[in-house]
């Protein structure tokens, strides 16, 4: 038994391999299609039979460039996020994770470890309006086209920042940043999961196609409408004021969104004036039209008043809800009362035995304007230092409808960060404990503006700052509350990979040789190649990480001792046997060990793994 050395293109070494793991999964499902180890789509055709598309039209959705946009999506990213403590709140113990990069490269190292994790996401993505920021991705290398594209240059010095509507693709520059992300996104809802995305009349109906593409036209939810403004505009031809919340669900047959809570103003319908000790209670209509417009005989009788002997017949032309046992029953229960001037009969209808909630509708005409988050904004900075956030009023309603308790809720849109502060507000309001992962490119501000001027060079420092303003006013507005509450957050950055050889081919041989001696990068620390483990291994970038000092080398534990990494030089077999021994005081399940390939001399490395052995640790590689 040795030591597994984790080579250039192992699966470690990049995210998840979306194209071989589809076809693993055509191949459990029709493994008559099989040859040799690859797919014969001859044979896939024949089992598929009249279920093929064959004539040159019919209906699709297509535009320039999808083609690619659709395999940019399965390509695996070699890329790594690094961790960024010293911007980060409650390090040791937040769930939340803030991570500046471009979503694309995010979305595909996020995929092991969060695919089917996420049970809401929100995007309010660039409504392609000719001014706000749409990149066209370099599918040939993302991490590059990701450095320069926030420096907002290309390589020759040409401006990003804007998709103008003079471009002859200026729809399908559009469709081609969105379509990935999509299909990506997608595989980390959970199975009764759902989307939101803000959207306005510019890519509205591009967003709804492409989504029922990605997502499939059978698990499209609704169109929500958002009015943005009190009052419309008096300058155009009808005065717009309002955008779109476009839903989809991951399975609609496995959705159930959550009620929105019942307003006071819904409630205060309700009284109690004869003391009924079943509560309060509104007067409903006993009186029915039939059932499909029939008169049902056995409904037709008079009801008498207990109390007078007044009789009441039903309304003409119409019947009682019930037949007479059940009527009888409802009056010994005092369910039934009878009006004061016309001495009528009525049903109570208790508050207590209605629903709790509200469906969410369609209009949404009471949740926050437009202006109203600019107020939330000023209120925190005392500046204008972001433009066109969502209010939090919107997003709380969404966030209740479509998650609780400890659901993770995704934004690979961040902007100002406001999902994430209406996330806080929310849980401080219901008690659930949701958690947020942020993705924000971090892109420049511009030197005009108020965040400029105010020293915020990049969107990322003002959503960052934002998380911590906002989580500082839930703690002096309610203290003893905030106690229970995870108001921190983990930064992360993408970049290249921490591991020499895994991000690319050397540039020349002397390069390559010297790798095989030093094969983690200069500027890299051990925590960088730690929480790159946790991304290639699939692990939750949240874990517990434990850190101890075994023979002068740091050792960290991972998720209590399901992973144990250590990569230090010079090491012997006395830091394998600290490690087995603190495995056997954590007794996990599982046990797996990483270190340094270049950090043991070959005799040490063949001690090592034997006294591992000796602990039952059988599964060892090395980077």
């Given at each position: 038994?040795?030591?597994?050395?984790?080579?250039?293109?192992?699966?470690?070494?990049?995210?998840?391999?979306?194209?071989?793991?589809?076809?693993?999964?055509?191949?459990?499902?029709?493994?008559?299609?099989?040859?040799?180890?690859?797919?014969?789509?001859?044979?896939?055709?024949?089992?598929?039979?009249?279920?093929?598309?064959?004539?040159?039209?019919?209906?699709?959705?297509?535009?320039?460039?999808?083609?690619?946009?659709?395999?940019?999506?399965?390509?695996?990213?070699?890329?790594?996020?690094?961790?960024?403590?010293?911007?980060?709140?409650?390090?040791?113990?937040?769930?939340?994770?803030?991570?500046?990069?471009?979503?694309?490269?995010?979305?595909?190292?996020?995929?092991?470890?969060?695919?089917?994790?996420?049970?809401?996401?929100?995007?309010?993505?660039?409504?392609?309006?000719?001014?706000?920021?749409?990149?066209?991705?370099?599918?040939?290398?993302?991490?590059?086209?990701?450095?320069?594209?926030?420096?907002?240059?290309?390589?020759?010095?040409?401006?990003?920042?804007?998709?103008?509507?003079?471009?002859?693709?200026?729809?399908?520059?559009?469709?081609?940043?969105?379509?990935?992300?999509?299909?990506?996104?997608?595989?980390?809802?959970?199975?009764?999961?759902?989307?939101?995305?803000?959207?306005?009349?510019?890519?509205?109906?591009?967003?709804?196609?492409?989504?029922?593409?990605?997502?499939?036209?059978?698990?499209?939810?609704?169109?929500?409408?958002?009015?943005?403004?009190?009052?419309?505009?008096?300058?155009?031809?009808?005065?717009?004021?309002?955008?779109?919340?476009?839903?989809?669900?991951?399975?609609?047959?496995?959705?159930?969104?959550?009620?929105?809570?019942?307003?006071?103003?819904?409630?205060?319908?309700?009284?109690?004036?004869?003391?009924?000790?079943?509560?309060?209670?509104?007067?409903?209509?006993?009186?029915?039209?039939?059932?499909?417009?029939?008169?049902?005989?056995?409904?037709?009788?008079?009801?008498?008043?207990?109390?007078?002997?007044?009789?009441?017949?039903?309304?003409?032309?119409?019947?009682?809800?019930?037949?007479?046992?059940?009527?009888?029953?409802?009056?010994?229960?005092?369910?039934?009362?009878?009006?004061?001037?016309?001495?009528?009969?009525?049903?109570?209808?208790?508050?207590?035995?209605?629903?709790?909630?509200?469906?969410l509708a369609t209009i949404l005409d009471n949740h926050g304007y437009s202006q109203d988050s600019a107020k939330e904004i000023k209120a925190l900075f005392n500046k204008d230092v972001f433009d066109f956030p969502k209010p939090t009023k919107l997003l709380k309603t969404i966030l209740t409808a479509g998650s609780t308790e400890n659901d993770i809720v995704l934004d690979f849109f961040s902007g100002s960060a406001s999902t994430a502060v209406s996330l806080m507000e929310l849980n401080s309001q219901d008690d659930a404990k949701r958690k947020y992962i942020q993705v924000q490119l971090p892109e420049l501000t511009e030197e005009k503006t108020e965040a400029f001027k105010s020293g915020y060079k990049r969107i990322t420092e003002i959503g960052k700052e934002r998380i911590r303003r906002a989580a500082k006013?839930?703690?002096?507005?309610?203290?003893?509350?905030?106690?229970?509450?995870?108001?921190?957050?983990?930064?992360?950055?993408?970049?290249?990979?921490?591991?020499?050889?895994?991000?690319?081919?050397?540039?020349?041989?002397?390069?390559?040789?010297?790798?095989?001696?030093?094969?983690?990068?200069?500027?890299?620390?051990?925590?960088?190649?730690?929480?790159?483990?946790?991304?290639?291994?699939?692990?939750?970038?949240?874990?517990?990480?434990?850190?101890?000092?075994?023979?002068?080398?740091?050792?960290?534990?991972?998720?209590?001792?399901?992973?144990?990494?250590?990569?230090?030089?010079?090491?012997?077999?006395?830091?394998?046997?600290?490690?087995?021994?603190?495995?056997?005081?954590?007794?996990?399940?599982?046990?797996?060990?990483?270190?340094?390939?270049?950090?043991?001399?070959?005799?040490?490395?063949?001690?090592?793994?034997?006294?591992?052995?000796?602990?039952?640790?059988?599964?060892?590689?090395?980077?």
């Amino acid at each position: 038994m040795s030591i597994d050395k984790i080579q250039p293109g192992d699966n470690l070494t990049q995210s998840k391999d979306l194209v071989t793991d589809n076809i693993e999964k055509l191949k459990q499902l029709f493994p008559e299609i099989v040859t040799e180890g690859k797919i014969d789509f001859k044979v896939l055709q024949d089992v598929l039979g009249e279920d093929i598309e064959e004539e040159d039209e019919y209906y699709r959705f297509t535009w320039a460039g999808k083609t690619q946009a659709r395999r940019e999506a399965h390509k695996p990213s070699t890329g790594t996020l690094r961790p960024a403590k010293d911007e980060s709140v409650d390090w040791d113990t937040t769930e939340n994770l803030y991570i500046e990069g471009d979503n694309l490269e995010v979305l595909k190292l996020l995929q092991k470890s969060y695919a089917g994790k996420v049970k809401m996401i929100y995007i309010d993505p660039p409504y392609n309006t000719g001014k706000d920021f749409v990149y066209k991705d370099n599918y040939k290398d993302n991490l590059k086209n990701y450095k320069e594209v926030t420096g907002q240059v290309d390589s020759d010095g040409n401006k990003l920042s804007t998709n103008s509507d003079s471009d002859g693709r200026y729809h399908s520059n559009w469709l081609n940043m969105m379509y990935p992300r999509l299909q990506l996104a997608r595989n980390l809802l959970t199975e009764d999961g759902v989307i939101f995305m803000s959207i306005d009349d510019n890519e509205f109906e591009n967003l709804i196609k492409a989504s029922n593409d990605v997502f499939g036209e059978n698990n499209f939810i609704e169109n929500l409408i958002w009015k943005r403004r009190a009052t419309p505009p008096n300058d155009r031809i009808i005065g717009k004021n309002h955008e779109y919340l476009v839903a989809f669900a991951k399975k609609i047959d496995n959705l159930k969104l959550n009620l929105q809570p019942r307003s006071a103003k819904l409630n205060s319908r309700y009284s109690n004036p004869d003391n009924d000790p079943k509560g309060d209670w509104v007067a409903s209509d006993l009186s029915a039209n039939g059932k499909g417009g029939r008169i049902t005989e056995s409904c037709i009788f008079d009801i008498k008043n207990p109390k007078t002997g007044e009789s009441f017949s039903p309304p003409s032309n119409k019947c009682w809800l019930y037949n007479q046992d059940k009527v009888n029953l409802l009056l010994s229960e005092n369910r039934i009362g009878f009006r004061e001037n016309s001495g009528s009969p009525f049903l109570k209808r208790y508050l207590s035995e209605v629903r709790k909630g509200t469906t969410l509708a369609t209009i949404l005409d009471n949740h926050g304007y437009s202006q109203d988050s600019a107020k939330e904004i000023k209120a925190l900075f005392n500046k204008d230092v972001f433009d066109f956030p969502k209010p939090t009023k919107l997003l709380k309603t969404i966030l209740t409808a479509g998650s609780t308790e400890n659901d993770i809720v995704l934004d690979f849109f961040s902007g100002s960060a406001s999902t994430a502060v209406s996330l806080m507000e929310l849980n401080s309001q219901d008690d659930a404990k949701r958690k947020y992962i942020q993705v924000q490119l971090p892109e420049l501000t511009e030197e005009k503006t108020e965040a400029f001027k105010s020293g915020y060079k990049r969107i990322t420092e003002i959503g960052k700052e934002r998380i911590r303003r906002a989580a500082k006013k839930i703690i002096e507005e309610n203290p003893e509350k905030a106690k229970d509450l995870d108001l921190g957050f983990k930064v992360f950055k993408l970049d290249s990979s921490n591991i020499k050889g895994w991000d690319g081919n050397p540039d020349d041989l002397e390069t390559s040789l010297w790798d095989s001696v030093t094969n983690i990068k200069d500027d890299r620390t051990e925590e960088d190649v730690l929480y790159e483990i946790l991304l290639k291994y699939g692990l939750d970038l949240t874990l517990p990480i434990e850190e101890k000092t075994i023979e002068g080398k740091t050792v960290f534990n991972v998720g209590f001792g399901a992973l144990f990494i250590c990569l230090g030089d010079n090491l012997n077999s006395k830091v394998a046997e600290g490690i087995g021994k603190w495995k056997e005081d954590l007794n996990p399940e599982m046990c797996r060990v990483i270190f340094k390939d270049t950090g043991f001399t070959d005799v040490e490395k063949t001690n090592s793994v034997q006294t591992l052995k000796h602990f039952g640790i059988t599964e060892i590689k090395s980077i």
